[in-house]
C-alpha cells in the first residue's frame, strides 16, 4: 500500500449504529487530519493530529471521536450520527512545514 | 463567512484552448495558496502552490498567479487535455501554520470539464 488510505471507502449506517473509519498513511508524515466534505460547501477541517497529540478541534460534536494510536494510524469513531451527518470524509497526512496535504480516497458515509 | 471563495462552480472548455479557473479571499493573513484536483472516488491531489513572494509560478501546462491587491489567485492550465477534467480546489494558508499542522481553508471547488 502507497499514500494515505482509507476503510470503509462506503458506509450505510443508523442514527444508533457505532461504527469507526480507519485510515493509514504509509508517507512517513508526522501530521494526520479528518476533513469532512459535503455537497456545495468547502472542505471543513475536523481534527488535526500533530505527532499523535490533538492539536485542533473545530468545535466538531462529540459524536464524533478521533483517535490517533501512532503516527501512521487515525481513526474516527462516529456514535449517534444524524442525517445531515452524510457527507465525505477524507484523511490527510503532512509533513510539517511542507505546505501541502496528501489525501485519502475518502469514506462515503450515509446516515439514515 | 467564506475565507476563500470560488464563484464559478463549474467550467467548460475545448480541448487544446486554455483553462481559466478561479479564486478570490478575504484574509490578508493568507500568505500561501494552493491549487487541488479532484478526480471522483478519489481523495484531493495537490497541484502548485505559491507563495505570497511571487506572483507567479509555472509547472509544465499548470500555471498559478497571484494578486495580492486584488486578493485573487488563478489557475491557467494550458493546453486543456481530456484528462483535466475534475473539481479543482483553491485553498490558502496563513504564516501562523504552525510545524505540522497545515491550517488550510478550502474553496467549495470548480468541476472542469474538458470538451473533446
Known amino acids: 500500500e502507497t499514500g494515505v488510505t482509507q476503510t470503509p471507502r462506503h458506509l450505510v449506517m443508523g442514527m444508533t449504529n457505532k461504527k469507526s473509519l480507519k485510515c493509514e498513511q504509509h508517507?512517513?508524515?508526522?501530521?494526520m487530519y479528518w476533513y469532512k466534505q459535503s455537497a456545495k460547501k468547502p472542505l471543513e477541517l475536523m481534527f488535526v493530529?500533530?505527532?499523535?497529540?490533538?492539536?485542533e478541534n473545530n468545535s466538531v460534536p462529540s459524536r464524533f471521536s478521533p483517535e490517533c494510536p501512532n503516527s501512521s494510524h487515525l481513526f474516527l469513531h462516529l456514535h449517534t450520527l444524524q442525517p445531515e451527518d452524510s457527507a465525505l470524509y477524507l484523511c490527510?497526512?503532512?509533513?510539517?512545514?511542507?505546505?501541502?496535504?496528501?489525501f485519502g480516497p475518502g469514506t462515503r458515509l450515509t446516515v439514515l | 463567512d467564506q475565507q476563500v471563495k470560488q464563484n464559478s462552480p463549474s467550467l467548460s472548455v475545448q480541448e487544446g484552448r486554455i483553462s481559466i479557473l478561479n479564486c478570490d479571499y478575504t484574509?490578508?493573513?493568507?500568505?500561501?495558496f494552493l491549487w487541488y484536483k479532484k478526480y471522483p472516488a478519489e481523495g484531493p491531489t495537490f497541484l502548485i502552490s505559491?507563495?505570497?513572494?511571487?506572483d507567479k509560478n509555472e509547472d509544465g501546462r499548470f500555471t498559478v498567479f497571484l494578486n495580492k491587491s486584488a486578493k485573487h489567485l488563478s489557475l491557467h492550465i494550458v493546453p486543456s487535455q481530456p484528462g483535466d477534467s475534475a473539481v479543482y480546489f483553491c485553498?490558502?494558508?496563513?504564516?501562523?501554520?504552525?510545524?505540522?499542522?497545515?491550517?488550510?481553508?478550502f474553496g467549495t471547488g470548480t468541476r472542469l470539464t474538458i470538451i473533446p
Open positions: 490527510a497526512s503532512s509533513q510539517g512545514g511542507s505546505g501541502s496535504l496528501f
Open positions: 508517507l512517513g508524515h508526522n501530521a
Open positions: 493530529y500533530s505527532l499523535e497529540e490533538r492539536v
Open positions: 484574509n490578508s493573513m493568507f500568505d500561501y
Open positions: 505559491i507563495s505570497s513572494i511571487k
Open positions: 485553498a490558502a494558508s496563513g504564516s501562523a501554520s504552525n510545524f505540522g499542522n497545515e491550517k488550510l481553508t
